[in-house]
């Protein structure tokens, strides 16, 4: 029961983070789109100085938060420590990227203007985002701390080489040199 602790908290912040990029992928791609054509006096648009850096930081937040998603979901069903090492450094990457669309995010906040609902409900999302994946990287390495929460990174439960066999040998194929 111990041993499954993170990985139950971890399990839900994956599949909200999962939507919420997906949706913040969605919304950045139109608001990208109309600043791209030109529309920036769309309804539902607007924008300022910041408009353009921000949504290229969330698109590229969003697809590296998607593919996070993907690597944790297969770590989540595995749970070691071998399929830790690549939900962990992709969750991190996502996170670091997203504070950077989060940063933008208050500065185009900070300036102010005339902003759309669409841009304004952008911007939001990301801002949770912020929040709920480094809660996610923190669940994920909860075994650093303590191997009771989950796959730690010092855990030597499989894969040590085999043992002392028959006759006095080692059991360890391989060529000599």
Wanted: net charge positive; hydrophobic share 50%.
């Amino acid at each position: 029961m111990a041993r499954t602790v993170a990985k139950t908290l971890a399990a839900p912040l994956l599949f909200i983070n999962l939507v919420m990029y997906l949706i913040v992928l969605g919304f950045a791609s139109w608001c990208l789109n109309r600043f791209i054509n030109g529309q920036t006096n769309h309804p539902s648009f607007g924008g300022n100085g910041a408009t353009m850096f921000f949504l290229v930081f969330a698109i590229l937040a969003a697809v590296l938060g998607i593919i996070s998603k993907l690597i944790g979901a297969k770590h989540l069903r595995t749970w070691r420590n071998d399929s830790l090492a690549a939900a962990g450094s992709s969750a991190v990457i996502a996170w670091a990227v997203t504070a950077l669309a989060f940063g933008l995010a208050c500065k185009e906040i900070n300036i102010g203007g005339w902003r759309g609902w669409r841009l304004r409900v952008l911007e939001g999302f990301v801002i949770v985002l912020g929040v709920t994946q480094l809660l996610y990287v923190l669940m994920l390495h909860a075994g650093w701390f303590s191997s009771t929460y989950g796959p730690g990174y010092r855990d030597t439960e499989y894969g040590v080489g085999g043992g002392v066999g028959e006759k006095g040998t080692t059991g360890v194929t391989g060529a000599r040199v």
